[in-house]
């Protein structure tokens, strides 16, 4: 039996499928921050639903995944962007740090063209977090307060603000300080 070739870009971990002809990877530290997500996020389920009882775990827990739901849709923007200025990706990944879209190296990049799509690939990620936060806000109104429904989205709304306002940041790794350095590039 031939042994099985490491796809390029894709590290260990559950494979969920493929997008964009790559593989989406939930790295193993993905069950670390899960768990985590939910320690942290089911007592204050408890504190504003505490009728729930040991339900309030799964909802947590589904907070957990629609929180790195709001994440796959970030690197996927990512991966979208690439593919439009001719690049391949390699893998997206979910982790214990939120996720990253790995291209394949390209052997002709030209340097003016490299900036702009550096700028595009970095900044549409937050874009993607911050219309979903959009989204999220606006569907509030058609669930009642308290409701299950309405403490999801409450705070995959806010997780979303966050994660688009923290990744404009210019700092690198963060997508702002990726924004910075194409800006600065030419």
């Given at each position: 039996?031939?042994?099985?070739?490491?796809?390029?870009g894709?590290?260990s971990?559950l494979?969920l499928?493929?997008?964009l002809?790559?593989?989406v990877?939930?790295?193993?530290?993905?069950f670390l921050?899960?768990?985590?997500?939910?320690i942290?996020?089911?007592p204050?389920v408890?504190?504003v639903?505490?009728d729930?009882?040991?339900?309030a775990?799964f909802v947590?827990?589904?907070?957990?995944?629609?929180?790195f739901?709001?994440?796959?849709?970030?690197?996927?923007?990512?991966?979208?962007?690439?593919?439009?200025?001719g690049?391949k990706v390699?893998?997206?990944?979910?982790?214990?740090?939120?996720?990253f879209?790995?291209?394949e190296?390209q052997a002709?990049?030209?340097?003016d063209?490299?900036a702009?799509?550096s700028?595009?690939?970095?900044?549409?990620?937050?874009?993607?977090?911050i219309?979903?936060a959009?989204?999220?806000?606006?569907?509030l109104?058609?669930?009642?307060?308290?409701?299950?429904?309405?403490l999801?989205?409450?705070?995959?709304?806010?997780?979303?603000?966050?994660?688009?306002?923290?990744?404009?940041?210019p700092?690198?790794?963060?997508?702002g300080?990726?924004?910075?350095q194409?800006?600065?590039?030419?």
């Open positions: 039996m031939a042994a099985k070739k490491h796809q390029t894709a590290s971990g494979r499928g493929t997008v002809g790559a593989p990877i939930l790295a193993w530290s993905w921050a899960a768990f985590v997500i939910t942290l996020f089911a204050w408890n504190t639903r505490p729930l009882g040991v339900w775990w947590a827990f589904a907070y957990a995944v629609l929180l739901g709001s994440v796959f849709l970030h690197e996927l923007a990512h991966g979208v962007a690439g593919q439009f200025y690049l390699a893998a997206i990944e979910l982790n214990i740090w939120g996720g879209t790995r291209f190296p002709d990049n030209p340097r063209k490299a702009l799509t700028f595009v690939i970095s900044i549409v990620g937050p874009i993607v977090n219309v979903l959009l989204l999220g806000w606006w569907c109104s058609a669930v009642s307060p308290t409701s299950v429904p309405w999801l989205l409450i705070a995959v709304t806010f997780a979303n603000v966050a994660l688009g306002a923290i990744n404009l940041l700092g690198i790794p963060l997508d300080g990726w924004a910075l194409a800006l600065m590039w030419p």
